[in-house]
């Protein structure tokens, strides 16, 4: 499965941005899909998971640092996922990362270098 990571750029405090990741080489259906960010100096971060649990039902899961703020979906048909990031503040600047492995406990717990795909990173950059 190669990812592609797109939808970065400056916004405002306060204002919105979307992220997609296209997977291609595969169906990611019955894949758990993952973002991620890297700020410069720290460890790269998990931030929202969507996890796979059958059919076509996925349930999502969030860090505490973006709950009620960002929300992942997917999208089967385009083979694509989404991060919904509303509510932007100066502390989400980073680049953002989209991953996807058959095991959830990966993407959300680690450790990240046994997640199975990644694609390459979008800068986000929330301006105050």
């Known amino acids: 499965v190669q990812l592609q990571a797109s939808g970065g750029g400056v916004a405002r405090a306060g204002g919105s941005q979307t992220l997609s990741c296209v997977a291609s080489?595969?169906?990611?259906?019955?894949?758990?899909m993952g973002w991620f960010r890297h700020v410069p100096g720290r460890e790269r971060d998990f931030i929202a998971a969507?996890?796979?649990?059958?059919?076509?039902?996925?349930?999502?899961s969030y860090s505490d640092s973006v709950k009620g703020r960002f929300t992942i979906s997917r999208d089967a048909a385009r083979n694509t996922a989404y991060l919904q990031m509303n509510s932007l503040k100066p502390e989400d600047t980073a680049v953002y990362y989209c991953?996807?492995?058959?095991?959830?406990?990966?993407?959300?717990?680690?450790?990240?270098?046994?997640?199975?795909?990644w694609g390459q990173g979008t800068l986000v950059t929330v301006s105050s």
């Open positions: 080489g595969r169906s990611f259906k019955n894949l758990n």
């Open positions: 991953a996807a492995d058959r095991l959830i406990e990966y993407l959300v717990s680690g450790p990240m270098d046994r997640v199975d795909y």
């Open positions: 969507s996890t796979w649990v059958g059919s076509n039902i996925y349930t999502t």
